[in-house]
């Protein structure tokens, strides 16, 4: 478990910064891969299944750079470092426009990180710190929700200017005595970035080009053309926070007590040409996705505030752990205005504070026992709360001019392959791109959490092995809950849908299509956990061994989600049925526990320096889905499995544009486990001072083909692999230690 100076679960690192000390040292590292070191991996099954390239990087580059030691001995210290990350990937179906090439679309990228680190020793018992890490990046062309995109027009960019990531820090720590220590703190974290259009794709509002380099998309084969299919974006958060901590340690007994408060400003901005994405079936017009661009939303979080007392005590053979947490997070929506738009008039909208205002109290209890009283044997028990993530998600949520899209039928009555205003059909949303709430959080919603709890046993069997065994289980609590308050169940007609896999019958909910437009959604918290709930269970084995030369490490883990959503028909997520509400409870489903494995070590030979490294792993496959897209006009093949009834429409009146439906239950299909074996081999040469080491690495040695991204849209192209593991590859790298 985690203590009382954390507000959220997971994983938690504890990372110590170098501070330069009173002696020069420095490191530096040359690494990188070359496309003609990979082999090929795609597979005459996988072109069979439509792939015809395969995952692969064209270079990757990775300088790196670090130096310290003292400005002033005894006094001031220093370390710096530089590094940069360049990273070349061709992205399977990639092509540009003009050549029409397939497979030559590549990702190209790289990010630098620029520190420096000052450690003042103000006396005996004061030190203060302060460091500067600095990210520039740059990404020429972003791949764009895996879709098969035209390079030159589809992809995103990022620009170094406009993507300014930085964070600043400042510690001062004080050792009030032999048993006491103070720290006080403040750090920021800016990422602004900005993903924009290619050169010469963005066309300035309004004009004859911006309503014609209409960005394209098809449904079915999710190829992405003719410009962006989703909005160039602007994000600038701005985090700050201030820490504060009191430590009292005895032999027997620590205590702990503190405080962290975060705050910062949280800007977003979208654009579109034309304000729409034209939408295609094998490419016939179907449909369009309009937005109600331009937007600029803004939100502000006054306080994540935590206030927290952890106190240990060691009787005899018993450790207790007991801490508690208070937590205050209040956040607000800022005074915004927003210019009109194709489908959205100009807005502005007033400031609103309180969303939300919580306060909560999260208790940590701990203990571990010596079982021998030797040290080498110990169960440990922890029990905690653990509140839900929180910045500025939950007042964007709500902000009247948050970015909305609305999906509209489309009818291209005189053939130019453009949308017109008078070929588009209603809206879904009577209030869509208004400054309105159309939903909204009601007064008495409160913060989600999660319990967790753990048991372990560690044993020592001997020294240098370790064995490790551990149970885990987390239930979430107060569970989001969305109502639309304008529609009841018996809006719905339950239309029987024939699936096209296997002849089974499963409920599609058509609206009323009067109601369509009647948008009022309030936000609660589920009343009812035997209709939405999360649970988690999970049990962990592992070990460490370090024996003469032998450095190795392991674990397997069996666990399983399930997740349970019964209590609304519409998905939390937008205001359409849920494409899977017909299979909401998945404790009913059989969920399959899955497993993973990992395996890693090394060996330092006894001459020459030589050290090997291998590792293996092994995941479950991710949950693989069957979605079908079912426009008005969809009507069933003629080969179609009974009961269904060749040609007739799958769903008669339609009310949505598109109606997704999940084919294949959660748990039910999985795509195949990813195996993967890496080794490594370097050697070390050390002249006087200086260490210099060359090493070679080879990932994924047996040239696994592994399927990590296919399409499930039912279709032509069901199937077709979108992304597959990169090859085996080679890297040479060299480093220097002085």
């Known amino acids: 478990g985690i203590t009382a100076d954390v507000s959220t679960g997971g994983v938690r690192i504890n990372m110590i910064p170098k501070d330069g000390g009173n002696v020069f040292t420095g490191q530096a590292f040359v690494g990188g891969t070359d496309g003609r070191w990979q082999a090929n991996n795609v597979t005459d099954e996988l072109r069979a299944r439509g792939l015809r390239t395969g995952s692969r990087v064209a270079k990757i580059q990775d300088f790196n750079f670090g130096v310290g030691g003292p400005i002033k001995r005894d006094k001031l210290w220093f370390f710096a470092s530089w590094r940069r ?59 764009i929700g895996g879709a098969v995109a035209e390079w030159d027009t589809a992809a995103g960019r990022r620009e170094p200017q406009h993507a300014l990531y930085y964070t600043g820090q400042a510690k001062w720590t004080s050792t009030i005595s032999n048993r006491m220590l103070v720290e006080a703190g403040y750090s920021t974290n800016v990422e602004y970035l900005y993903i924009g259009y290619q050169p010469g794709v963005q066309k300035a509002r309004n004009s004859p080009e911006w309503f014609s380099q209409i960005g394209k998309s098809d449904l079915i084969t999710l190829r992405a053309y003719d410009g962006r299919v989703t909005p160039a974006n602007g994000i600038d958060p701005k985090a700050h926070t201030a820490t504060g901590i009191m430590s009292y340690v005895t032999g027997s007994h620590s205590f702990k007590a503190g405080m962290n408060w975060t705050y910062g400003d949280y800007v977003l901005e979208y654009d579109i040409n034309g304000d729409l994405v034209q939408l295609y079936r094998n490419g016939v017009p179907d449909s369009v996705r309009v937005y109600s661009t331009p937007v600029r939303s803004n939100e502000y979080l006054d306080a994540n505030l ?50 939300p205002s919580w306060f909560d109290v999260a208790p940590r209890l701990g203990v571990s026992y010596d079982v021998f009283g030797t040290g080498r044997t110990a ?55 208004l400054p309105v709430q159309t939903i909204r959080p009601d007064k008495n919603i409160k913060r989600e959490y999660d319990y967790e709890y753990t048991a372990q046993v560690q044993h020592e069997v001997v020294t240098g092995l370790s064995v490790n065994f551990g149970y885990f289980r987390r239930t979430t609590h107060n569970m989001r809950l969305t109502q639309n308050l304008g529609w009841s169940p018996s809006d719905y007609t ?47 084995t592992g070990f460490t061994a370090r024996v ?37 409870d998945q404790g009913q489903l059989d969920m399959p526990f899955l ?53 007739e429409l799958v769903i008669p009146n339609q009310t949505l544009a598109t109606y997704v439906l999940d084919l294949v239950a959660p ?50 192209s069901l199937g077709t692999p979108l992304d597959i593991l990169q090859p085996r590859t080679m890297r040479l790298a060299a480093q220097l230690k002085f």
Request: hydrophobic share 35%; glycine share 8%.
């Open 85 to 143: 990350i360049a990273t070349d990937s061709v992205i399977p179906g990639s092509y540009f426009a003009k050549s029409g090439e397939v497979g030559t679309g590549v990702e190209d990228q790289w990010i630098q990180n620029q520190m420096v680190r000052l450690t003042w020793q103000v006396n005996g018992k004061n030190k203060f710190s302060i460091y500067h890490d600095r990210y520039p990046k740059f990404k020429g062309h972003e791949v």
């Open 306 to 355: 935590g206030m927290f007392v952890q106190d240990a005590w060691t009787l005899n053979r018993v450790t207790m752990n007991m801490g508690v947490r208070f937590e205050r997070f209040v956040a607000q929506i800022k005074d915004q205005v927003a210019g009109a738009g194709r489908f959205a008039p100009e807005r502005k909208y007033s400031a609103q504070a309180g969303v």
């Open 379 to 433: 169960i440990k028990a922890t029990f905690g709360k653990y509140m839900a993530g929180q910045t500025t998600s939950f007042p964007a949520r709500y902000n009247p001019l948050a970015l909305q899209s609305d999906t509209r039928t489309w009818r291209d009555t005189n053939g130019d392959n453009l949308a017109q205003d008078n070929e588009i059909g209603p809206s879904n949303n009577a209030a869509f791109g």
């Open 494 to 540: 339950v239309v029987n849908v024939v699936s096209p896999l296997d002849g089974k019958v499963l409920p599609a909910y058509n609206l009323n299509p009067a109601l369509r437009a009647k948008v009022d959604r309030l936000d609660i918290n589920s009343p009812d956990r035997d209709l939405r709930n999360r649970t988690y269970g999970g049990v962990q």
């Open 548 to 584: 003469g030369g032998f450095n190795f490490f392991g674990g397997w883990t069996l666990d399983r989600i399930v997740d349970t959503r019964c209590d609304a028909i519409e998905s939390q997520a937008n205001n359409f049925p849920a494409s899977d509400f017909h299979f909401c």
């Open 595 to 647: 497993h993973q494995f990992k395996l890693a070590g090394s060996y330092r030979m006894p001459w020459y320096d030589i050290q090997l490294n291998v590792a293996f792993q092994s995941y479950n496959g991710a949950p693989l889905f069957t979605r079908w897209n079912i426009s008005p006009t969809t009507r069933y093949a003629a080969s179609c499995i009974a009961p269904c009834r060749p040609g």
């Open 667 to 716: 748990g039910q299909q999985y795509y195949e486990r990813q195996n993967q074996l890496d080794m490594g081999v370097r050697k070390i040469f050390r002249v006087g001072k200086y260490q210099i080491s060359g090493q070679v690495d080879l990932f994924n040695i047996v040239n696994s083909s592994y399927v990590k991204n296919q399409n499930i849209t039912f279709g032509s």
